[in-house]
């Protein structure tokens, strides 16, 4: 089994910063696949950002490309989530996500772990 946490979330005004970290415990010979997904009240939830185990293949939500970066540091079993030009339309609970499979590019149903979930609200 592998928990994760969720920190780093918040409120924030459009165009502004916020970094999300996820920590892996339990059972952590690193997670393969590592990711985000978020959901905004009545939508599905969706990938946001995902990681390889070496660092050398990611993945992005359209929307989000040139905003986001997502990192990870094996040593510390965490991934990041760099958060930059934040708009309205971002404001969700972002998910953490983590797999031992290669499932960088697959839907929710194909993850295995989940955080609980942080709050980010882009507002003025």
């Known amino acids: 089994q592998v928990q994760l946490v969720e920190s780093g979330g918040g409120l924030v005004q459009p165009g502004g910063s916020l970094r999300l970290s996820c920590a892996a415990s339990?059972?952590?010979?690193?997670?393969?696949?590592m990711g985000w997904f978020r959901q905004a009240p009545g939508k599905e939830r969706e990938l946001v950002a995902t990681?390889?185990?070496?660092?050398?293949?990611?993945y992005y939500l359209n929307s989000v490309k040139g905003r986001f970066a997502i990192s990870r540091d094996n040593a510390k079993n965490t991934v990041f989530l760099q958060m930059n030009r934040l708009r309205p339309e971002d404001t969700a609970v972002y998910y953490c996500?983590?797999?031992?499979?290669?499932?960088?590019?697959?839907?929710?149903?194909?993850?295995?772990?989940w955080g609980q979930g942080t709050q980010v609200t882009v507002s003025s």
């Open positions: 996500a983590a797999d031992r499979r290669d499932v960088i590019t697959l839907p929710p149903a194909a993850w295995g772990y």
């Open positions: 339990g059972d952590t010979s690193s997670p393969y696949s």
């Open positions: 990681i390889d185990w070496s660092s050398s293949s990611t």
